[in-house]
């Protein structure tokens, strides 16, 4: 067999491997865009277990003030009460009148943090949920991924051995540096055609020498990326 046929022949099985290839790519490419989201909706829910935190710390020292500002109002009723100065009442009716102010003006920010309380604990849920489901998602694509690899094995096997029996039907030099390519780029990848002076793939201008003998017809490396050249 001519050694352009053979070549032929272990670019049509190539082509045989990147078909087997591609079927996992689709789904390798889908596995890491879910990977990311579920990444992304972690953090989110890491952050609102933050906020919730904070917002709760928040919470109970406004609460602490008020109960505080309760004290000040019931000691400043007693001192009215009790009091016969009416400077001490006098000073004990100022103090509950800031006081009250005080505690209207607490009462209505710890309604705000309630409300935003209840917030992050419905966005905490709904990414809980989207996680749960992003999970269930991925290992579903997982499993995919392991079938094609699975149903996939046996034949990719036999095109490799294949390629392998007509690399040996090869000239010994050409076998040679098929083999070079073979070792850095594996079966799939190793061959490359001259595209005008240029490697077909990485596109590294070739020497006048080697484009003018592959155009001949026969066989370089790129000496860029090491693939077998061929016309």
Avoid at 50 to 63: D, F, H
Avoid at 140 to 153: A, D, F, H, R, Y
Avoid at 160 to 173: A, C, D, V
Avoid at 182 to 199: A, R, Y
């Amino acid at each position: 067999m001519e050694t352009d046929q053979i070549l032929k022949d272990i670019q049509a099985f190539q082509l045989v491997l990147k078909r087997f290839e591609d079927d996992t790519v689709e789904q390798e490419g889908r596995l890491s865009f879910l990977l990311k989201q579920k990444e992304k909706k972690s953090q989110e829910h890491e952050q609102a277990t933050e906020k919730i935190v904070q917002v709760k710390n928040k919470i109970n020292s406004l609460e602490h003030r008020l109960s505080e500002l309760d004290t000040v109002v019931s000691n400043s009723n007693k001192v009215i009460n009790s009091s016969t100065s009416q400077k001490e009442v006098d000073i004990a009716e100022n103090k509950i009148k800031l006081s009250l102010e005080q505690k209207e003006i607490l009462e209505e920010e710890i309604l705000e943090l309630l409300d935003l309380e209840e917030k992050l604990f419905e966005d905490r849920a709904n990414q809980a949920t989207f996680i749960s489901g992003i999970s269930e998602t991925i290992d579903e694509v997982k499993s995919e991924i392991n079938t094609i690899i699975k149903n996939n094995e046996n034949e990719i096997k036999a095109m490799e051995e294949k390629i392998h029996g007509l690399t040996q039907e090869l000239p010994t030099q050409v076998q040679k540096s098929f083999m070079i390519a073979h070792k850095k780029h594996g079966f799939q990848k190793s061959l490359s055609q001259l595209k005008g002076t240029l490697c077909g793939v990485c596109k590294r201008e070739q020497t006048r020498d080697v484009v003018k003998e592959v155009q001949e017809g026969q066989f370089h490396l790129c000496s860029g990326c090491q693939r077998l050249l061929h016309k």
